[in-house]
């Protein structure tokens, strides 16, 4: 089992930026893939970002450039460094674990961001 705990949504403005995190506890193993993944309402969750370990990433085409996402293995941490936040960005934020065929979702963090 893995644990995900989120931190770090809130509600800003337009062109603010905000820095989401996340850590994992449990059972983690060496190889897998950690990143972010949102959902907005009335539509389906989409990829955000995904680092798969060793160092691998993946964006979305569309966060490419305003969107970093970082990890930390010795502390089993993922975090979203998002500049220029746009209205449309407003969603319901998830941490995402991989390793093999285990998947695990935080609870997800709420990002609202104000025209």
């Known amino acids: 089992q893995v644990q995900l705990v989120e931190s770090g949504g809130g509600l800003v403005q337009a062109g603010d930026s905000l820095r989401l995190s996340c850590a994992a506890s449990g059972s983690i193993f060496s190889i897998n893939a950690m990143g972010w993944y949102r959902q907005a309402p009335g539509k389906e969750r989409e990829l955000v970002a995904v680092i798969i370990s060793p160092g691998k990433t993946t964006y979305a085409e569309s966060m490419k450039g305003r969107f970093t996402i970082s990890r930390d293995n010795a502390k089993n941490t993922v975090s979203l460094q998002m500049l220029k936040l746009k209205p449309e960005d407003t969603a319901v934020y998830y941490c995402?674990?991989?390793?093999?065929?285990?998947?695990?979702w935080g609870q997800g963090t709420q990002v609202t961001v104000s025209s």
């Open positions: 995402y674990y991989r390793s093999g065929s285990f998947e695990y």
